[in-house]
């Protein structure tokens, strides 16, 4: 059974950075495309980005040139560094693993104060 487990997120303050991480156990994590997305309260879940089993890279607009997806595939982790943390992007952030199948971790809070 695949799991996946995300760490990393905090209080911080407009400006911070925080980096998130994503442990993937059960499975064969370098097959998987991985992606990040993250949701608000009271809005839908949406895509932050992606980075595919051959490294292929994609952001969202709102986070480009802020955030920074990579992936260790030694450590069968998938990693979100987020610098000059803004208000805009407080809330839930959930890591995604997909190979055929789509598998979710819990989610970690992610909450920036002005």
């Known amino acids: 059974q695949v799991q996946l487990v995300e760490s990393g997120g905090g209080l911080v303050q407009a400006g911070s950075s925080l980096r998130l991480s994503c442990a993937v156990s059960g499975g064969t994590f370098s097959t998987y495309a991985m992606a990040w997305f993250r949701q608000a309260p009271g809005k839908e879940r949406e895509l932050v980005a992606t980075i595919s089993s051959l490294g292929f890279i994609n952001y969202a607009a709102s986070v480009k040139g802020r955030f920074t997806i990579s992936r260790d595939n030694a450590k069968a982790t998938l990693y979100l560094q987020m610098n000059n943390l803004q208000p805009e992007d407080t809330a839930v952030y959930y890591c995604?693993?997909?190979?055929?199948?789509?598998?979710w971790g819990q989610g970690t809070q992610v909450t920036v104060s002005t």
């Open positions: 995604k693993a997909t190979r055929f199948v789509h598998y």
